[in-house]
Structure formats: C-alpha cells, structure tokens
C-alpha cells in the first residue's frame, strides 16, 4: 500500500478532487499554505494500493500536459507499514 500526497494550488483542486473521487478514488483534501507569498495551495491525500499509483499519475499527466512553466502539481509516493480504522 502507498500514500500519495499531492500539493496543489487552490484553483486546481475542485477538478482534480471531483476528476478522482469520479474514477472511485478516495481523497482527503487539507487547506494549506506554502510557496512563493504564502500563496493558496491544498493538500490532497490518497491511500493507494501499489497497481494504482500508475494510474493516478498517468491522470495527472494527461489533465496537466502539455507542462506549463511552472508545476503544477507536485506528489509524494511514500510506502505504508501500517493501515487500520478504528
């Protein structure tokens, strides 16, 4: 299982939150705030089974091509130990 933390600005999230949850991906969305001027940016969150990362990365991709000039999103695929809900 992995964790996929992307950071994106505010005025991408609602698409890429309903672009995903639409393809039955679940997501946990935290406001924060970072980069040049404290600018608006979100958190999303994602637990992803290992064959479903490619598949979130290639949507990405292909929703933010050709490249702009600047990120526009940036991901952490981190590795989970653990998983419970209690």
């Known amino acids: ?4 933390i992307m950071i994106v600005k505010d005025q991408d999230a609602d698409m890429l939150t309903g672009e ?3 393809a039955n991906f679940r997501v946990t969305r935290v406001a924060s705030t970072g980069g040049f001027l404290r600018s608006g940016v ?7 089974e290992d064959d479903q990362v490619e598949s979130v ?3 990405l991709k292909a929703r933010f091509s050709p490249p702009a000039t600047e ?3 940036t991901l952490f695929v981190v590795p989970v130990e653990n998983f419970a809900q209690v």
């Open 57 to 59: 990365i290639s949507r």
């Open 71 to 73: 990120p526009r999103v």
């Open 1 to 4: 299982m992995k964790m996929m």
């Open 20 to 22: 995903l949850t639409s």
């Open 42 to 48: 979100v958190t999303l969150l994602m637990g992803l």
